[in-house]
Each structure stands twice: as structure tokens, then as C-alpha cells.
């Protein structure tokens, strides 16, 4: 098993970091200080992309009846991770879970203890994908895919990965998205973007959300459409402070 380096930060543990999590060390600690220098709004971005992502997998796995879940460079699982959030609406919900970041796989065997299926595959080769996950292909299959398609820089290249993924799928699937962007407050995150992508061996690339919706193409986008996380459909008591749009958009479609 692949030994986890304490004293680097990785991206998934800074990730952790600023949801509240505490599968981290000082050294994500410090690295999550130093980007938050730069966007203090990254801990709201972060946290405000966790809430729509258990509101979306909440309404699929209950409202829509979806029972495969099939959520592509997840990370470290954390508090309310998919299989949780999936679970809790519909107790027999099937995660599968991909990731190709050794660290990552080794944390996560080791925290998931059998509660789902964790992949080790390349997001860049979606065949290989969906020969791997094992899911019934005769059934409808929810796509995740959250904060990881910034890191293909060529848009085109995304795009291609996510027509990849959704090709297999059956009609009444869906897919669940959302990246960040650079409308709302773009110079401060892309300052600290910068700043990450110098130092870090993955980079991230924040684009329009005219260029995310491309990666909706052909697809039915559920109400309200590609919006800021915090405004897809938001819990009727939702404080004001949790409403608040940030430079990270979301969206739900179904495959017709």
C-alpha cells in the first residue's frame, strides 16, 4: 500500500481541509492557510459545493429513483460523502467511486471498510472507466463529476471526457456537475489559482460557466440550470449567509 507523505500537501487533503474534515495534516493545514490568503472565499467555495452535491445526489437517489452512483475523481472520502448522502435517501444506492492518486486510493481503503466500491482509473480513458465500475448499464447511472474537470486545461479535451462517460450510459441517467469559474470574484481566485498551479503538480483551470455548459451538451438540464452551487435549489430555511453566490456553477441534467 502506497505510505502517505505527512510533512506535502496534497490537493485532496487541502480539499478536506477546508470542508471541516480532518483526514489532513499540518502541512494541508498550512497550504489551505496560504491559498485562503489569496480567496478567503475558497473554505465557502468548497463547502458550498459539498451542500449541492448532497442536495443533487439526495433528490436523485429519492425524487428520481436512481440507484447507481458513479462519482469520478472524488478524493479522500469525508463527512457525508456520496455513498452516505446516497444511502440515506435510498438505503440499496450503489457508489462506485474512481480515482487515480495513489495517496488517495490508500486513504480510502482504508476508511471505506467494504461501504463502497473504490476504483483506481484514469478520468482521461473513460472506456476503461465504465468497463471498470461494473455498473448495470441497463439501469439508469448518476455521473459525478465535481471539481475535477478543471484540471484537463484543454476544454475540449474535458469535453470529450465527459461525451465519453455519458455515451454507455442509459436514457434517464444523469450526470452532476460543477468546477469553478472566474465571474463573480475572478482576479482574487485566479491570483491564488496561480499561485497553486506554480507550486503544485496538478493544476486547476478555472473557466466561464458559457464554457461549462458545454459539457451539458445534448443533455436535459434540470431546474434552475447551470447557476452558482449555493442557488441549486437551496433548502427553504437556507440562511442568507448560505445563499451567498460564489465562483463555482453547478448543474443536474438528464441523458433523454
Known amino acids: 500500500m502506497t505510505q502517505l507523505d505527512t510533512g506535502i500537501p496534497h490537493s485532496a487533503r487541502v480539499w478536506n481541509y477546508w470542508l471541516g474534515g480532518t483526514d489532513n495534516f ?46 469520478v475523481g472524488t478524493g479522500i472520502p469525508s463527512a457525508e460523502h456520496t455513498h452516505q448522502i446516497a444511502r440515506a435517501a435510498s438505503p440499496h444506492a450503489q457508489v462506485v467511486y474512481v480515482d487515480n492518486d495513489p495517496l488517495v486510493l490508500a486513504h480510502a481503503h482504508e476508511v471505506l471498510n467494504g461501504e463502497a466500491v473504490y476504483l483506481d482509473a484514469d478520468l482521461r480513458e473513460p472506456g ?15 455521473l459525478i463529476l465535481t471539481n475535477i474537470l478543471g484540471h484537463i486545461a484543454d476544454l475540449d479535451e474535458a469535453v470529450s471526457v465527459v461525451q465519453g462517460l455519458m ?12 468546477d469553478g469559474t472566474n465571474v463573480i470574484d475572478g482576479p482574487a481566485f485566479e491570483a491564488a489559482i496561480g499561485v497553486w498551479n506554480a507550486n503544485a503538480p496538478l493544476s486547476y483551470h478555472l473557466r466561464h460557466p458559457d464554457a461549462l455548459a458545454r459539457f451539458l451538451d445534448g443533455l436535459e438540464l434540470l431546474p434552475p440550470g447551470l447557476v452558482p452551487c449555493a442557488t441549486w435549489r437551496p433548502a427553504p430555511d437556507a440562511p442568507p449567509a448560505d445563499l451567498r453566490p460564489t465562483d463555482e456553477y453547478a448543474a443536474v441534467a438528464r441523458k433523454p
Not at 128 to 142: N, Q, Y
Not at 167 to 178: E, H, I, K, M, R
Open 26 to 71: 499540518a502541512a494541508d493545514r498550512a497550504a489551505g492557510d496560504d491559498f485562503a490568503q489569496f480567496y478567503p472565499d475558497i473554505v465557502v467555495v468548497a463547502r458550498s459545493s459539498r451542500a449541492f452535491l448532497k442536495r443533487a445526489v439526495t433528490h436523485l437517489a429519492g425524487e428520481a429513483g436512481v440507484q447507481q452512483f458513479l462519482d
Open 128 to 142: 476503461s472507466v465504465i468497463a471498470s465500475a461494473g455498473l448495470d448499464l441497463t439501469r439508469p447511472v448518476a
Open 167 to 178: 455515451a454507455p450510459l442509459p436514457s434517464g441517467s444523469y450526470l452532476v456537475t460543477a
